[in-house]
């Protein structure tokens, strides 16, 4: 189980992400009014970069002929190539969730940062502009950590609101 420091926490605001490389795989990580969340940046469709391309939206408005619908998507990403969607909490996909899911993991925000973390700068890892594929997430002395151990079925991402919080675990659905 190998954990990377990715971003300091007030570098990644509400509604943005990042994309980095850990371990040969493009990962992007998304906060997510104030919750963390990582996914791998591949659609599990047709292998488009998910996280680096792929638009991510809340609120969504169609016009009818008579009358204005408006629905709530948020926390969802929508695939560049072929528009499918993916809630970014779960991984699930919105055409087709049983069979269509990107890799989600686990995310925390800690306090501190404990000896066993990697820091990808110092290692002149550079810092990527998106994340997808569903990984641990926390924060530890106000810094992002991912860490790439698979998630399981049946569990929820670890997430956190507060960076003195240390959110409950998080997994692949």
């Not at 791998?40 to 488009?48: K, V």
């Not at 779960?90 to 995310?107: H, I, L, M, Q, W």
Request: negative net charge; charged residues 25%.
């Amino acid at each position: 189980m190998a954990k990377y420091t990715v971003a300091n926490v007030g570098d990644l605001q509400p509604g943005e992400r990042i994309v980095v490389e850990l371990e040969g795989r493009s990962v992007g990580v998304f906060n997510v009014d104030g919750e963390f969340f990582a996914l791998l940046d591949q659609c599990p469709h047709a292998g488009a970069a998910l996280c680096s391309f792929g638009k991510v939206f809340g609120k969504s408005e169609a016009v009818a002929p008579d009358a204005e619908i408006t629905y709530e998507r948020s926390r969802s990403i929508r695939c560049p190539w072929h528009q499918w969607e993916f809630d970014i909490r779960t991984g699930e996909s919105f055409y087709d969730p049983a069979n269509a899911r990107v890799r989600k993991y686990n995310v925390e925000v800690v306090e501190g940062c404990p000896e066993d973390v990697i820091d990808l700068e110092a290692q002149g890892i550079q810092k990527g502009p998106h994340i997808l594929e569903g990984y641990h997430v926390s924060v530890e002395e106000d810094m992002v950590v991912v860490d790439t151990s698979r998630v399981r079925r049946g569990t929820q991402s670890r997430r956190a609101t507060r960076v003195t919080q240390l959110p409950s675990t998080g997994a692949r659905p």
